[in-house]
């Protein structure tokens, strides 16, 4: 966006969201929820029209707690701040950005007191992203992360901060990158019928329907495998977005169950599935009968070691399977201590360096490369970053359950058929939408309430079998 | 966007557009308008605030003409037309495309009928572009081109159809193309801190607001000249919108005069601007400097013959200036005829392929070359084409008064001095904004009403000089 279009955008944003809030929080849509009690509907209509009404009464619950007015400022002030963002951390001057951050906070404090909440005012934003969760139930699992992450980090961990393999000289053409990526997401049955993969300077998924489905990623010539987990990244979001219920477009049983579910499709193909030995039995020799020049040298073992090396970096969208939460603990603890004024947003930075010295054994050497990296702070997502731990756990506990179901789904990886894969998680996960919360659909899918122990058991394994 | 999109886009499109349209016709704004008769705002808040009174009145009389429901359906049908079109171009199949257009003719004429007219259904559909402009007024004037423009295709033009110089060998490296074109936008004064240039498949300007005015061209290696005058076509529709006045932004004030206003000055700068001598004068060594190895061989004088070639070509965003308008003609002859029901759908593309034959002495080899080129009608865009050939017109006579307040124009261009053109058109055309109606703001800037004269004029003195 051009820079003197910010003041307009900003109001443009500000306005539809106002509009929406109003339309949705009209009282008519109060006396309607009011005449559909959930347990009464589920005895005449079912488990999927009773979570229709169990979540659009939590959504109006929650927005007719909201004055429009609040709404439209939120937006306005967080449409500014995401511009200031990408100055300051183009600059990497954290204090072009900490005005904007201290309005923001100020108002997800607001909207917390507001809204309501049981022990502390992150429940209230967490429950934005992943209904009916708490601070108190996610808490504990991350600090088990800590316990034995941080011992694993510092036995394995090399001190070097880059990508998988940017460093060694060779070049993976763009052209048969695009070419290999496309080849990947087609056998994970994405369907180009009903979606797109193009480029942008920062990955997404976007699911506008089930029919319209938008996948980005990044080239880099020196890096192959950016751009392919990338892709099998996004995949994972796009399948889900797919498989959603397209009888049920427009209510809450064809959405997307949560954050954290949605990130656990993305993490297991890309991770449980993506950097195993077996799926790479199959895509190795397509790798390098694609690069012939850049796979010189490699073979699947080496391949293998390089796509699962575990290192410390900063940056937490580079990070491997094994440092990744360790980022997001830092920043989940560090925004439940500005959102109770424990921290104040000056000694932000300060506090961000602190963590990272303990958890990862680094020091960033400027903010850019700290605490301005992340784009969620500046658009008000206070409360998401916990969701992709979630979504590794979740991630770790579906692959095992996955495991079960298919006992010979190393086989199957050897021979690359993986649409029963995709098949399977969109009958157990996709298809049901949000009738469950996350934590009883995992309960339903793999026998067991969400736990950090299935996770931490993968990365133990993984580490020793490479080790 | 991918196919199975779209009937979810098509169902979003009339939501969007029928929430509109409530809103906007919402008793009160009738009220409103009537407690403020034009006249008397005029006299007691001057022409601007009139102007806002008479141009919302107007939109809102037409609105009001209209139920909601049909606005819906016609966007329904439009959205899908599109994608029908898109694939009958690409088969050359005008049979996949004959239904829908049939559709739309049908609510075109409807629409038509609920809005009134005086004498003719296309005045009704020409006032949403060209607000207040009869068709018995616009007649005359093209019937007054095909007189003159056949006679001069049939002396001067030769029986090629392709792209300036496309077919010479000759390659022109893209990324040299790309700067070349963002150094003549920024010479012609576009501000690229309110602004943009990208590429896309088909060229467009958007202007969102004053300070976001998104350009797009596309490059083709063989030929250099079709993306820099696309650049300067789209740029002189971004200078327009770049200077409409911010302070009036969102009121009639604020907004472009009429589509054939808006074509004047994208028209001025690619063609009375960008294809003559002393403009190049300037612009030819930098044109060698950036393509060393494709300008070997030419010079100044073979570049502007280059650039004004004039040849009978089937396709109109290809056309020269001199056989532009007779594309025009023969699609403003078509619609009228399809609105009256004098043609039936079924017989348009015999009819289509009659007229290019009588009019530029050529048949098209299929339908995709012909009647199934333009994307105007899919979007139900019936009543927009002759803008385009008022906005040559316009153009012609507003660069007669730029001549005539700039004596020195000629040694202006040679000198590269194009700050001072974008100036006195900001101040005379963009800050007027819809103050007046285009043939009154015509005869504002250039003393006269509208008139093909000047144009023809035009045509007829640089046919010569380059005979």
Redesign the interface.
């Known amino acids: ?9 900003a109001e443009q944003l500000a306005l539809l969201s106002e509009l929406r809030h109003r339309r949705f929080t009209d009282p008519r849509m109060g006396e309607l929820l009011e005449a559909l009690p959930e347990p009464e509907v589920r005895e005449t209509l079912g488990e999927v029209a009773a979570a229709n009404v169990r979540e659009t009464a939590r959504s109006y619950r929650r927005a007719t707690c909201l004055p429009s007015s609040f709404v439209a400022e939120l937006t306005r002030v967080c449409a500014h701040a995401h511009e200031a963002w990408i100055e300051a951390r183009k600059n990497a001057d954290f204090a072009q950005f900490a005005p904007h951050l201290e309005r923001i906070v100020a108002l997800k404090r607001e909207e917390a007191d507001r809204v309501g909440f049981e022990d502390e005012r992150y429940d209230a934003l967490l429950d934005v992203y992943e209904p009916g969760a708490r601070t108190r139930e996610i808490a504990p699992m991350l600090a088990s992360l800590r316990e034995r992450l941080v011992p694993i980090v510092q036995r394995v961990a090399d001190g070097t901060e880059a990508q998988d393999g940017a460093e060694d000289g060779r070049r993976w053409p763009v052209e048969q990158q695009k070419q290999l990526c496309r080849r990947v997401a087609a056998a994970m049955g994405f ?6 993969l193009d480029e942008s300077a920062h990955p997404f998924c976007s699911g ?6 938008r996948l980005t990623t990044r080239y880099d010539e020196r890096d192959a495998a950016g751009a392919l987990f990338g892709v099998m990244h996004e995949t994972g979001h796009g399948l889900y977005e797919q498989g959603l219920d397209p009888e049920r ?1 427009g209510t809450p049983a064809g959405e997307a169950c949560s954050t954290g579910m949605h990130e656990s499709q993305s993490r297991l193909w890309e991770n449980q599935i993506g950097r195993s030995r077996p799926f790479w039995e199959h895509f190795f020799p397509i790798l390098c009968a694609t690069f012939p020049q850049a796979s010189e040298g490699l073979d699947l073992e080496s391949w293998v070691r390089r796509i699962n090396r575990v290192r410390r970096s900063l940056i937490r969208v580079e990070a491997d399977e094994v440092t990744y939460n360790l980022h997001i603990l830092l920043r989940f603890e560090l925004e439940r201590d500005l959102l109770e004024q424990r921290l104040a947003v000056a000694d932000l930075p300060a506090a961000w360096n602190a963590k990272m010295e303990a958890y990862l054994g680094l020091t960033p050497p400027d903010d850019a490369q700290g605490v301005l990296q992340d784009i969620h702070w500046s658009f008000g997502g206070f409360g998401y970053f916990p969701t992709y731990t979630l979504g590794n756990l979740y991630a770790a506990q579906i692959h095992d359950a996955l495991r079960a179901a298919f006992p010979d789904l190393d086989d199957m990886l050897r021979h690359g058929r993986l649409l029963e894969i995709r098949d399977w998680l969109r009958d157990k996960i996709h298809r049901r939408g949000m009738v469950l919360r996350a934590p009883a659909l995992l309960e339903e899918v793999t026998g067991a309430p969400p736990s950090a122990e299935p996770f931490l058991r993968y990365i133990e394994r993984k580490v020793e079998a490479l080790a």
Do not use: L, S
């Not at 506008?208 to 489905?213: P, W």
């Open positions: 966006m051009p820079p003197r279009a910010q003041a307009r955008r369907d180009f019928e009903a979606g797109r506008i329907d089930v029919g319209d489905v477009f």
